[in-house]
C-alpha cells in the first residue's frame, strides 16, 4: 500500500516530496524532459493507483508506453510479491519491446527493510530487468533511475520509436512510461 | 430566511470572504495568481478574473436562495417533497395535475442549483436516502459504526492509509476530526456492503458528502444511496466492471454526439478514459470546483447517473476547437484539466450539458449499457485467464 510511485514521479518532475500526497485516483499524468548528450528525451508519465481492483484499468496505460517501472516498498514484503504479479502482467500483455525497471523504494528507511537487495536483484536479473534501490524522500537514485531509463530509450532502436515532429526546431521523441503497483 | 445558518455549522465555513476586486485593476492583476478559499473551505488558485466569477456565482446562489424561500412560502414548507409522478392513484386529478406541476417546477429549479442551507434536506429526500434510513432501525448507524469498532481489515487498512491523503489541507476534513469522521463513515461503509468494502476513490465523494450534510449520519445514507441506487451496479466493486461498463457507453456517446472531437483523439491515440475514469469514480470532485460539483450532484440526485454522461460530454463540446487543435495526449490532457479546474461558474457548464447535449433519457442509457455489459466482462475475463495461464507456465 503506498510504495512511493507518486512521490518518485513528483521528486523527478518537480523535485519535491511530501508526507501527505493526494492518493491517486485511475492515473495522473505528469510531463517531463531530459536532455542527454546523444538524445533529449521527453517523458510522458503514467502514474497509476495502487489498489488491487484498480489494476483491471491499467492496460489503458501501458498500452502503447514504452517503458515501466515496476515499485515496491523495501519495508513491505507484500508489496515485493505484488510487484512480481505485475512484471509478470506488464512482460506479457504490453508492448514486447517494452523497457521495464524493478525499483525497490523508500531506500531510507533501511532499519525496517524487510527485503533484501539480493532478492530484487534477483528478481530484476531473472527477468531481464534494470534494478534500483531508490528514496523519493531523500531523492537517493531517483535522478539516476530517470538518466538510466532516458539512456535505454534513447539507445533502443531510436527508429522504431513513434516520433512526433513538434512545431520548433528540435524534433523530439515522445516516450510514455508507465509506473505500477 | 435564506442566510440564518444551520444549526451544525462546520467552522470555516462563513470565515472566507472574497475581496471584490474592480474592474479598474482587472487587467492589470489578470495574470497575478491568488489563493483563497471557496464557499466550501477548499483552497483555489486563480487569477482576478477566476476570483470575480466566483462572486458572481455567491450573488447567483443567494438569489436562487430567494427563489427557493418565496416557493416554500407559497407553496408550503417542504412541497419538493410530495412531486413524484405516477404515484399515489387516490389522489384527485387536481391533486395530481398540482403534482405533475411541482415536479416540472422542481426539475428545472434543481438545473439552477439548490442554495447550499437547503442542499441537505432536498438531497436527503429526492435521492431516496430518507426512504432507504426509514427502513431500518434508527440506531442503525449508530450500532453500526459501534459494532465495526477496532476492527482491522484490508478495507479498514487501505481507508487509514488514504484519510491524511483526502483533501489535504481543507480546514475542516484535514484535522483529526474531519479524519475521524470520514473514517467512522467509510469504515461503516465498508463492513455494510463487502463487495464494495472500500475502494480508492470514495474517500473524496464521502469528504464532500460530508461538508454537504453535515452530519456523518446523513452522509453515511447518501453515500449508501448513491452507490446502491443512483450509480450502476459495481461501479466500485471487484474489478471496476461497473465502470468499466460506462466508459464504454461514454465512448459511444462521444463518438455520436462529438463526432469531430472523437475522431480527432483517436487519431492521436488518445483513449478519453484516461481523463474520463477519474470523473465517473470520484463524480468530479477531484476536478471541478466545489459548488461546480455540487451543482452537478443537485442534478445527479434528483435525475440519476445518466447525468454524469451529460455532463463529461459537456467538458469536452465546450472545448472542442482547442481539442480539435491539439497534436499529442499531453496536450489534450492539460486543456482538459485546465478547464476543469476553472470551471468557477456552474452555470457554463450546466448550460452546455443540458441545452446543447441534449437529453438522454435513463431508458437509453440503459440499454446501451446492457449492450456493453457482455463485452466488458470477456475483456476482464480474458486479462484474468492470460494472467492465470502465465502462472502456469512459470511453473
Ligand atoms: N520514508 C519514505 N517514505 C516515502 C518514500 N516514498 C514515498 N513515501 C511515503 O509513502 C506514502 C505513499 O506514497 P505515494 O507516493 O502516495 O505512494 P503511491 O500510492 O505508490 O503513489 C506517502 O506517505 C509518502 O510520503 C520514500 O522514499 N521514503
Ligand atoms: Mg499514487
Known amino acids: 500500500m503506498g510504495t512511493g510511485k507518486t512521490s518518485l514521479v513528483l521528486r523527478f518532475v518537480k523535485g519535491q516530496f511530501s508526507e501527505y500526497q493526494e492518493s491517486t485516483i485511475g492515473a495522473a499524468f505528469f510531463t517531463q524532459v531530459l536532455s542527454l548528450n546523444e538524445a533529449t528525451v521527453k517523458f510522458d508519465i503514467w502514474d497509476t493507483a495502487g489498489q488491487e481492483r484498480y489494476h483491471s484499468l491499467a492496460p489503458m496505460y501501458y498500452r502503447g508506453a514504452a517503458a515501466a517501472i515496476v515499485v515496491y516498498d523495501i519495508t513491505s514484503m507484500d508489496s515485493f510479491v505484488r510487484a512480481k504479479k505485475w512484471v509478470r502482467e506488464v512482460q506479457r500483455q504490453a508492448n514486447p519491446n517494452l523497457i521495464m525497471f524493478l525499483v525497490a523504494n523508500k531506500a531510507d528507511l533501511e532499519d525496517q527493510r524487510k527485503v533484501g537487495n539480493e532478492e530484487g536483484e534477483e528478481c530484476a536479473k531473472e527477468?531481464?530487468?534494470?534494478?534500483?534501490?531508490?528514496?523519493?524522500?531523500?531523492?537517493q537514485n531517483v535522478n539516476e533511475l530517470f538518466y538510466e531509463i532516458a539512456k535505454r530509450l534513447a539507445k533502443a532502436n531510436p527508429s522504431r520509436q513513434t516520433g512526433i515532429k513538434l512545431h520548433g526546431r528540435t524534433q523530439e521523441t515522445r516516450r510514455r512510461l508507465f509506473c505500477c503497483v | 430566511m435564506y442566510g440564518t445558518k444551520s444549526k451544525i455549522d462546520l467552522a470555516f465555513e462563513y470565515q472566507s470572504q472574497i475581496p471584490v476586486l474592480r474592474p479598474s485593476i482587472h487587467s492589470r492583476r489578470a495574470n497575478l495568481t491568488v489563493k483563497f478559499q471557496d464557499l466550501y473551505g477548499f483552497t483555489v488558485e486563480g487569477n482576478v478574473d477566476d476570483v470575480n466569477v466566483l462572486n458572481d456565482v455567491r450573488e447567483k446562489v443567494r438569489q436562487q436562495g430567494r427563489v427557493w424561500w418565496a416557493l416554500e412560502a407559497s407553496k408550503g414548507a417542504n412541497w419538493y417533497l410530495h412531486t413524484t409522478i405516477g404515484q399515489g392513484s387516490a389522489l384527485t386529478s387536481s391533486l395530481k395535475f398540482s403534482a405533475l406541476?411541482?415536479?416540472?417546477?422542481?426539475?428545472?429549479?434543481?438545473?439552477?442549483?439548490?442554495?447550499?442551507?437547503?442542499?441537505?434536506?432536498?438531497?436527503?429526500?429526492?435521492?431516496?436516502?430518507?426512504?432507504?434510513?426509514?427502513?431500518?432501525?434508527?440506531?442503525?448507524?449508530?450500532?453500526?459504526?459501534?459494532?465495526?469498532?477496532g476492527k482491522v481489515t484490508p478495507a479498514t487498512r487501505q481507508i487509514d492509509h488514504d484519510l491524511p491523503r483526502t483533501f489535504p489541507g481543507h480546514p475542516w476534513l484535514d484535522t483529526p476530526e474531519g479524519h475521524a469522521a470520514l473514517r467512522r463513515v467509510l469504515v461503516a461503509y465498508s463492513f455494510r456492503d463487502s463487495d464494495?468494502?472500500?475502494?480508492?476513490?470514495?474517500?473524496?465523494?464521502?469528504?464532500?458528502?460530508?461538508?454537504?450534510?453535515?452530519?456523518?449520519?446523513?452522509?453515511?445514507?447518501?453515500?449508501?444511496?448513491?452507490?446502491?441506487?443512483?450509480?450502476?451496479?459495481?461501479?466500485?466493486?471487484?474489478?471496476?466492471?461497473?465502470?468499466?461498463?460506462?466508459?464504454?457507453?461514454?465512448?459511444d456517446?462521444?463518438?455520436?454526439?462529438?463526432?469531430?472531437?472523437?475522431?480527432?483523439?483517436?487519431?492521436?491515440?488518445?483513449?478519453?478514459?484516461?481523463?474520463?475514469?477519474?470523473?465517473f469514480l470520484c463524480l468530479f470532485s477531484k476536478s471541478l470546483p466545489s459548488e461546480t460539483t455540487l451543482r452537478v450532484w443537485d442534478v445527479i440526485f434528483f435525475e440519476g447517473a445518466k447525468v454524469i454522461f451529460n455532463v463529461a460530454l459537456a467538458i469536452f463540446k465546450m472545448k472542442e476547437d482547442q481539442l480539435l487543435l491539439t497534436h499529442h495526449v499531453g496536450e489534450v490532457i492539460n486543456v482538459l484539466q485546465m478547464t476543469?479546474?476553472?470551471?468557477?461558474?456552474?452555470?457554463?457548464?450546466?448550460?452546455?450539458?443540458?441545452d446543447q447535449i441534449g437529453s438522454m433519457t435513463t431508458n437509453t442509457i440503459s440499454k446501451q449499457r446492457k449492450k456493453q455489459e457482455p463485452e466488458v466482462m470477456k475483456e476482464l475475463d480474458q486479462r484474468i485467464r492470460k494472467l492465470n495461464s502465465l502462472k502456469a507456465d512459470n511453473k
Not at chain 1, 127 to 139: I, L
Not at chain 2, 203 to 226: G, H, I, P, R, S
Open chain 1, 127 to 139: 527477468n531481464g530487468m534494470s534494478f534500483f534501490e531508490t528514496s523519493a524522500k531523500t531523492a
Open chain 2, 101 to 149: 406541476a411541482n415536479a416540472i417546477t422542481l426539475k428545472k429549479l434543481i438545473k439552477k442549483g439548490i442554495p447550499p442551507v437547503l442542499r441537505p434536506k432536498v438531497w436527503f429526500s429526492l435521492s431516496g436516502a430518507a426512504k432507504k434510513k426509514s427502513t431500518v432501525p434508527d440506531s442503525y448507524y449508530d450500532d453500526l459504526t459501534k459494532a465495526v469498532e
Open chain 2, 196 to 251: 464494495v468494502g472500500y475502494c480508492q476513490g470514495l474517500n473524496y465523494v464521502a469528504a464532500l458528502l460530508l461538508l454537504v450534510m453535515k452530519t456523518e449520519e446523513d452522509a453515511f445514507w447518501m453515500l449508501a444511496v448513491l452507490l446502491e441506487n443512483v450509480l450502476v451496479s459495481d461501479c466500485y466493486t471487484n474489478n471496476l466492471s461497473g465502470c468499466h461498463v460506462e466508459q464504454r457507453v461514454f465512448k
Open chain 2, 253 to 279: 456517446l462521444l463518438a455520436k454526439k462529438c463526432p469531430r472531437i472523437a475522431t480527432h483523439l483517436e487519431a492521436l491515440e488518445f483513449d478519453v478514459s484516461l481523463v474520463t475514469t477519474e470523473w
Open chain 2, 340 to 354: 476543469t479546474h476553472h470551471l468557477f461558474d456552474p452555470d457554463d457548464l450546466l448550460t452546455v450539458a443540458f
